[in-house]
């Protein structure tokens, strides 16, 4: 093994270090309102997902970033596995799928703003269509000024903006029930059980597996522990458990203390802290909150604007993009592939004038989001199986139990459970969300999925680089 080809890292992570960095990269308020029209079944939807997708993410990044920590994490591993092609495909739908992300958390940041001035404006598509783009070029261009300003916001953000609504929101949800409160959904046995009659009532179950995504992004300090093969796993135990915890109690606290048939999915989070604020006679705690999920909102956005492009930038140096992309400014900045993507967020904030209602248009952006996510992670899967077998010999610090076997049964799992959110992302939210023509739905989540997906068949094979 070179030098070049194993990376020795020079500060070792303890192991309450990793868990808050896996925390942070996925614990999201966002979704919480979707996970509670399920009720007490959440709990069971919760674990399926967690057994299904976020475990097997974790085992398989964990074993491929301890083998081969270089730059360039997934698109490093897929062009190993399978080629330059496959490694641009998977780089690129982290970033697609991660540009699609950034109109729904800003919808969310809309919305909240809304709330502190004028709750009808959550309706509006005229506010938050300006709103939206607004925050988000305005997050572009200060992230043209280099990661300090990110890396300085992020940590804040992510425990005030996400951390402390999600533990206020489980306290505030048990002292009202500890008062004698009686919960807006059965607690029971049977409650657990999701019944689940048909496919349409499984909609928000893609939305509740979104929300564990993001756990690879840690398994890059894998070696900076220091004993992975004991610490790292151990570590993941930690995290996985926590983040399934508090999104189960969070999204719970919600279900039991706003009623089914007034749930909003886009401002859900703030109906049950103005309920918790008028129980309790403290109205100020949903001023307090919304401002913190506002603060939340525009850390995630801001820090994760450069983040994706990491990934596109390894593929532009391999020649798999027009020299163009790969140029940086004063401040090491992509700059280009900054512009380029703020410039399809604004597109994609059209789809407000196409579908009825803005939570209409919320949730159909974070279906496709979902999809292509899952595609990105069906690849992921595949790698780790194809690189078991084509570099059985590289040394890894961390491996997944079982041989071969152990590899197939974890891929599996992810696997299946990708495929089940991508076709859930065709059904329309009937008698759910006002969507208005069914048709028109799927029309748009086909239409924009087929021409996200077509940039990858432009790439055939990396030109040749220049040589000056």
Known sequence: MTATNRYIPKKVLSLLSLVMINIIAVDSIRTLPMAANYGFALVTLYLIAAIGFLVPTALITAELATAWPQKGGMYSWTKLAFGDKWGFCVVYLQWIYNIIWYPTILTLIASTIAYLYQPELIQNATFMTITVLSTFWICTLLNCFGMRFSSLISSIGSIFGTMFPMLLLIGLAGAWWYNGNNPEIELSFNALNPNIRSMTELVFFSQIV???????????????????????????????????????????????????????????????????????????????????????????????????????????????????????????????????????????????????????????????????????????????????????????????????????????????????????????????????????????????????????????????????
């Open 210 to 468: 979104y929300s564990l995504l993001g756990l690879e992004m840690s398994s890059v300090h894998a070696l900076e522990v220091k004993n992975p093969k004991r610490d790292y796993p151990l570590a993941l135990l930690i995290s996985v458990v926590i983040i399934i915890f508090s999104l189960i109690f969070s999204s719970l606290a919600i279900a039991m203390v706003v009623p089914a048939n007034s749930l909003d999915n886009l401002t859900g989070l703030i109906q049950s802290f103005s309920l918790f604020s008028k129980s309790f006679g403290l109205p100020w705690v949903g001023t307090m909150v919304a401002c913190a999920i506002l603060v939340g909102g525009i850390a995630a956005v801001a820090t994760w604007i450069i983040g994706p492009t990491k990934g596109l930038f390894a593929a532009a140096d391999d020649g798999l993009l027009p020299t163009r992309l790969s140029k940086t400014n004063q401040f090491d900045v992509p700059i280009n592939m900054l512009i380029l993507q703020a410039l399809i967020c604004s597109i994609l904030t059209l789809f407000y004038l196409l579908l009825p209602s803005v939570e209409g248009t919320y949730f159909a952006l974070s279906q496709m989001a979902a999809q292509l996510s899952m595609l990105m992670y069906i690849i992921l899967f595949s790698t780790a199986i194809k690189l078991r077998y084509s570099q059985a010999f590289t040394q890894r610090p961390f491996k997944i139990p079982g041989g071969n076997w152990g590899m197939w049964l974890t891929c599996s799992l992810g696997i299946v459970t990708c495929l089940l959110v991508i076709i859930i992302g065709f059904i329309p939210p009937i008698d759910k969300i006002n969507i208005g023509d069914g048709r028109l739905y799927q029309y748009v989540i086909i239409i924009g999925l087929m021409l996200f997906l077509s940039p990858v068949l432009l790439i055939h094979k990396p030109k040749k680089k220049m040589i000056n």
